[in-house]
């Protein structure tokens, strides 16, 4: 499984290992410790919950190491006026008559709940390249697809403030 990555993405994704390494790993290390030093282990609630704790850790440590490795780095070649990477759309659905606003990014920062649309979804792929005006057909399976118009697009906006999203 490869993931598409920015730079940013990547800078991201290392800050957090960094974090995780240096200071949640020490953090939980020490609960371990003051948990067993507690007495009988077979009931110590505090050491399961610590020892939980670790994992959990660890876990997201490897899991975004295992990201890195796979990770493709992509970039926004699009020209101003053409939808791409970091770039918000606005897109007419005519079949139900609605418009809706995404920002496209790349599948690790992926939240339709606050409007950020990955450029690997069906949508996304159908919006690449295109241009304001323009009507694309949304491929979602072999027997199903819809049609759209993209109504705007605004230059990228990176604020850096989203998240890598946990699994």
Known sequence: MQNGLTESDIKKIKEEIEYRKLVVRKEALEAVKEARAQ???????EYYAAKKDKNRNESRIRYLER??????????????????L?????????????????????????NTLKGLLSIESPLGKA?????AGERIYVRVNESYGYNAVIKSIL????DGNDRIRSF
């Open 86 to 110: 970091n770039k918000t759309v606005e897109i007419y659905f005519e079949e139900d008559d609605i418009t809706e606003t995404y920002r496209l990014v790349t599948s690790v920062r992926e």
């Open 155 to 158: 230059n990228k906006i990176d």
């Open 67 to 84: 990201m890195l490795k796979t990770a493709v780095v992509v970039t926004d070649d699009a020209k101003d006026d053409e939808v791409g």
């Open 39 to 45: 007495g009988d282990l077979s009931e110590n609630f």
């Open 127 to 131: 919006m690449l390249g295109h241009k």
